[in-house]
């Protein structure tokens, strides 16, 4: 798998952006792909991931109802719909990809074998 994290950008508070995370060797079926993030002077926080196969989904409280992991086969891409933006969600935002499909919790940042570059969000109130 080779990620490719793109989408970010400046907004403002209450706006949208969708970030989408692009693997170039077509491998995503056999991967759980989790979106992390980052802000400056903090840990790297799980935000939401999807298992290919089965789109079952999970998320980050902070996140719930706000953010939308899905995954698209045609352009081989997992994608990141966030709503409702906050001044809160600045960060870093990274793709990875976690070759054990059967976890109790996907939002270990350890778990995952792969990952992207990061895409910057930035949101002004």
């Known amino acids: 798998v080779q990620l490719q994290a793109s989408g970010g950008g400046p907004v403002q508070a209450g706006g949208s952006l969708r970030l989408s995370c692009t693997d170039s060797?077509?491998?995503?079926?056999?991967?759980?792909v989790g979106w992390f993030r980052q802000a400056p002077g903090k840990e790297r926080e799980f935000v939401a991931a999807?298992?290919?196969?089965?789109?079952?989904?999970s998320y980050a409280d902070s996140v719930k109802g706000r953010f939308t992991i899905s995954r698209d086969t045609a352009e081989n891409t997992v994608y990141l719909q966030m709503n409702s933006l906050k001044p809160e969600d600045t960060a870093v935002y990274y793709c990875?990809?976690?070759?054990?499909?059967?976890?109790?919790?996907?939002?270990?940042?350890?778990?995952?074998?792969?990952w992207g570059q990061g895409t910057q969000v930035t949101v002004s109130s």
């Open positions: 990875a990809a976690d070759d054990t499909l059967i976890r109790s919790s996907w939002s270990k940042s350890t778990q995952y074998d792969y």
């Open positions: 060797r077509r491998t995503f079926r056999r991967y759980v």
């Open positions: 999807i298992q290919w196969s089965s789109q079952h989904t």
